[in-house]
């Protein structure tokens, strides 16, 4: 680095060396945590989209749009239809019977093709082993380096289905109703009107160490739209002793751009005059480039948040809501923003609230003994009581969880449905007047009520089940087991 001061006196001009070497020192540490901070958040976010698509409860597959081939899978869809990772790549769902219907699956691609998504929309699709199941698909178009691709996430629906038509069943029978970096230094003689350069903001223009450039041939190698700005912050640094610190590009002597990040400081003399300008100049293209990656990682880290098909939270280990997707308004009525920055434990019923405490807890000290799968109670914008199925998974080496929530609130209103219509059944069953059982194909009684019992004489409906309902007309004028015994009458 070469130094120039106007003090000849060689003790000054080894302190005002050292105080030049300290500022930067500090300057290029500060720099250096900038970095460091920039490529951990970069990582978190990627990691975070990872585990968002390999850890995601729901199964994911994202395949060409052109021609419908796998490009990608996650565990819950290998875990869901028995191929592995390996089969599928490379292959469609029409080649591995995952969905055989040739037309149908033409006419949803044209249909995302043109719309860009389609959300909601049931489908069958088959197991490895040729298991059919019903399905509710979340498809969204997305362009990756210009090539179109289909992301796809479905819900098993199929116990909501049979729920469903139980409960039709139900009814017909009963009739009721039943989810690093570079640095230098450089200063400005105001009395010369010439920039000094250390070595490296020299190498940072391309130009050779040593090269001291007048004020104005320094500024022309910034970019011609921010030269008016390096202006107006250099004179005001010099008649105000405004500091500035800046990022703008520069165009170095090859005609490459770089990103650069300038800071200027007043130094006075004894009168309080300025009569220097110095500061720092750092190459921070690299980390340009990285928030960049880092806005492009967080954009597809969105784009998988949003468009995963259910309402997901990322909670933190202090309980806060860190981000929310906007299926949390269609499920429980509350707007992302008014979930994020408050404590899941304000959107929680009572009886659910020491249950969620502990696996909570639990998870963050050992994630095995909490379980990931499990139902609560949960209030919506109106103070209503959800039912919701949650699955949780934790971002690895972090405090941190996503939490995706299934509104399970009509299954389970469909079930308490079958179940008293069950109990209605029963009751009348054991309460009728008349003489009521049931009996196998061969004739044995498997129930039958009290009436039956006093009618035909047994003490209890364990004496009467398995017996053959034949033997009790053999002879019409007694009563009694094996054909004899008491009279009957009917």
């Not at 450089?186 to 007048?214: C, F, K, Q, T």
């Not at 293209?285 to 928030?291: D, N």
Request: glycine share 6%.
């Amino acid at each position: 680095m070469e130094l120039h001061n106007t003090n000849s006196n060689p003790a000054n001009q080894l302190e005002q060396l050292r105080r030049d070497y300290d500022e930067l020192k500090r300057k290029l540490e500060k720099s250096i945590s900038q970095q460091k901070h920039i490529e951990k958040k970069l990582n978190e976010s990627e990691q975070r989209f990872a585990v968002l698509f390999r850890k995601s409860v729901f199964p994911a597959i994202v395949t060409r749009l052109t021609d419908g081939v796998i490009v990608d899978v996650n565990e819950a869809f290998e875990r869901e239809f028995g191929f592995s990772k390996k089969e599928v790549l490379g292959k469609t769902s029409v080649q591995l019977g995952i969905n055989p219907n040739v037309k149908e699956r033409k006419q949803l691609h044209e249909k995302i093709r043109e719309d860009g998504a389609l959300h909601h929309h049931d489908i069958v699709l088959y197991s490895k082993t040729g298991e059919k199941a019903y399905y509710e698909s979340n498809s969204d178009k997305l362009v990756i380096n210009g090539e179109e691709y289909l992301f796809n996430t479905v819900r098993n629906i199929s116990d909501y289905k049979n729920a469903i038509r139980k409960q039709k069943e139900n009814f017909d029978l009963i009739r009721i109703a039943g989810e690093q970096t570079k640095m230098g230094g450089w200063n400005v003689i105001l009395s010369e009107n010439r920039v000094y350069w250390s070595d490296e903001v020299a190498a940072i223009h391309e130009m050779p160490a040593g090269y001291a450039p007048l004020v104005e041939d320094g500024t022309n190698f910034y970019a011609p739209e921010w030269r008016d700005k390096i202006t107006e912050a250099f004179t005001k640094c010099v008649q105000q002793g405004i500091p500035y610190d800046e990022e703008m590009e520069i165009i170095t002597s090859s005609g490459k751009r770089v990103w650069v990040r300038t800071l200027g400081e007043a130094v006075r003399n004894k009168k309080g005059k300025i009569v220097k300008i110095q500061g720092a100049f750092q190459d921070i293209t690299k980390r340009k480039q990285a928030e960049q990656e880092l806005r492009e990682s967080e954009a597809r880290y969105k784009a998988i948040f949003e468009t995963t098909g259910t309402a997901t939270l990322i909670v933190g280990e202090d309980t806060t809501i860190l981000m929310a997707n906007n299926e949390c308004f269609d499920m429980f009525g509350y707007d992302p923003n008014q979930l994020a920055g408050h404590k899941w434990t304000r959107f929680v019923a009572p009886e659910s609230f020491e249950l969620m405490m502990e696996n909570h807890r639990l998870r963050r000290e050992n994630p095995e003994l909490a379980p990931r799968k499990y139902e609560v109670k949960l209030l919506n914008s109106k103070g209503g009581k959800r039912d919701v199925m949650l699955n949780i998974n934790m971002i690895t080496g972090t405090g941190t969880s996503v939490v995706s929530m299934l509104d399970i609130t009509e299954r389970k209103q469909a079930e308490d449905q079958l179940l008293q219509s069950k109990t209605n059944l029963e009751q009348y069953f054991h309460n009728d007047i008349s003489a009521d059982y049931v009996v196998s194909q061969s004739g044995e009684i498997v129930s039958c009520n009290k009436t039956f019992l006093n009618l035909f004489g047994f003490e209890s409906k364990s004496e009467a089940e398995q017996f053959d309902i034949a033997n009790l007309y053999k002879n019409p004028q007694t009563q009694g087991r094996n054909g004899s015994g008491a009279k009957t009458t009917a």
